[in-house]
């Protein structure tokens, strides 16, 4: 079992950056892909990145060059950092957890475990 505790969000204005962060329990994070999805009211969850238990990274197209995922192993923390916010960004984001290194994981299908979700409002 991994539990999943995301922080991070907030206001911001367009343009600007902030960084998620998502502390994991449990003594094999190492081993575990972790992505982050986001969610707008109305929409769908969207994946947002991930990164693999061998620090392969992939990104949705959109976003790639503005968001970059990043793990700390020590600490059980991944991290989200997203610059150049626009309005379009606003959204409840989440930290996922899973075993797959496929494509499947930039779907939510992919992940076993989800945190509760930070919302981040970009003001135009």
């Known amino acids: 079992q991994v539990q999943l505790v995301e922080s991070g969000g907030g206001l911001v204005q367009a343009g600007g950056s902030l960084r998620l962060s998502c502390a994991a329990s449990?003594?094999?994070?190492?081993?575990?892909?972790m992505g982050w999805f986001r969610q707008a009211p109305g929409k769908e969850r969207e994946f947002v990145a991930r990164t693999t238990w061998s620090d392969n990274t992939y990104y949705a197209s959109s976003l790639k060059g503005r968001f970059t995922i990043s793990r700390d192993n020590a600490k059980n923390t991944v991290y989200l950092q997203m610059n150049s916010l626009k309005p379009e960004d606003t959204a409840v984001y989440y930290c996922?957890?899973?075993?797959?290194?496929?494509?499947?994981?930039?779907?939510?299908?992919?992940?076993?475990?989800w945190g509760q979700g930070t919302q981040v409002t970009v003001s135009s």
């Open positions: 449990g003594r094999t994070f190492s081993s575990y892909t």
């Open positions: 996922s957890a899973g075993r797959r290194t496929s494509l499947v994981t930039t779907t939510p299908s992919g992940y076993d475990y």
